[in-house]
């Protein structure tokens, strides 16, 4: 019975001294400790159903983002800052470029000219899908992940018949411009993504006596959408996603570039999918056959390295959640 005291007495003096030599070494090395735990155990702010870690490097972010950037041309509020103007005038050279004021007032007696999805609150939780045209989405599965989202966003000459187990069948803003214009379904809102004056004298003409027919190539006379659900994509903020999120990386910013950042803008949670190559190296289009496909990124017009790596960083700081395909 003695030994057996004699025996806890000792586990117990074990037991105080390395409680003490571990208090020790915990205040000598209090900060890198407490460094290590939080990145292991990271203390996670979940807003929307999205995590954000508390380590993000926010600094970056905070450095091009703008919060009081407007994505959107309404009648209460198109006027142009006259940098942003005449670097809009330089984007795609016009000889004679209509009058950017009696074009507005045009466009506004035919469109409502009002946006309802800067409607930020508190208690806003609003999902959004950005969707690229990355062949990497071929075979990943995610249609039903994509139309689960409150907005889906689409660009361009996306497709989603015969597609929509990887890109999902739900559209709610496509955007485009005149040379990759489509027909919409009554529900989905047309964005113009205008490159120049010309453009929004198509949108008004594609809607009206279709009297243009061409820009730089031949475009669709007259569309089929929604005329009240139509939007334009303001010129300012274009030359602002150039500025500071390409940083005059090319000659200007791609589609996928500034609907992503449209949607850091509008979005409380921003999933990206179908952006960069594909496993094996390919940058094409999902529906196309030719691997060798979107020889865009040879052009020069965008730096698509440039691009792919802000959105890497985007997703690398919690601010989108990156779906990379197959």
């Known amino acids: 019975m003695f030994a057996h005291r004699l025996q806890k007495q000792q586990w117990f003096f074990y037991l105080l001294v390395f409680t003490v030599l571990l208090l020790s070494v915990a205040f000598t090395y209090t900060d890198k400790i407490e460094f290590a735990l939080k990145k292991l155990f990271a203390v996670r702010k979940c807003k929307c159903n999205r995590c954000v870690s508390e380590l993000n490097e926010s600094a970056w972010f905070d450095k091009r983002y703008i919060p009081t950037m407007y994505p959107i041309l309404t009648k209460n509020s198109f006027t142009l800052p006259e940098a942003s103007y005449k670097w809009w005038q330089r984007l795609q050279s016009e000889r004679k470029p209509s009058n950017y004021s009696s074009i507005m007032e045009e466009l506004f007696k ?9 409607d930020q609150g508190p208690n806003r939780c609003r999902t959004c899908a950005v969707i690229g045209n ?13 139309d689960s989202n409150n907005l889906v966003m689409r660009m361009n000459r996306a497709q989603t018949t015969g597609y929509e187990a990887d890109v999902g069948s739900k559209t709610t803003h496509h955007f485009m411009y005149p040379e990759s214009a489509q027909n919409l379904a009554e529900n989905v809102s047309l964005v113009l993504i205008p490159f120049k004056v010309l453009d929004i004298k198509w949108l008004i003409s594609a809607f009206t006596a279709g009297n243009i027919t061409r820009t730089y190539i031949p475009v669709m006379r007259h569309i089929k959408a929604d005329k009240d659900k139509v939007l334009v994509y303001s010129p300012h903020f274009f030359k602002y ?5 390409n940083e005059h990386h090319g000659r200007y910013s791609s589609t996928g570039m500034l609907v992503i950042v449209f949607a850091l803008h509008v979005c409380d949670e921003v999933n990206v999918y179908g952006f960069g190559a594909n496993s094996l190296g390919h940058w094409h289009h999902y529906w196309e056959k030719n691997a060798g496909g979107g020889a865009f990124r040879k052009t020069g017009v965008h730096d698509g390295d440039f691009e792919a790596n802000v959105t890497k960083m985007l997703a ?4 989108i959640n990156l779906f990379k395909g197959t």
């Open 110 to 118: 035919l469109f409502p000219g009002d946006d309802k999805l800067m």
């Open 316 to 319: 690398d700081v919690g601010k």
């Open 241 to 245: 996603v150039y500025d500071n999120w």
């Open 134 to 146: 990355s062949g990497n989405l071929k075979g990943s599965n995610y249609g039903p992940s994509i």
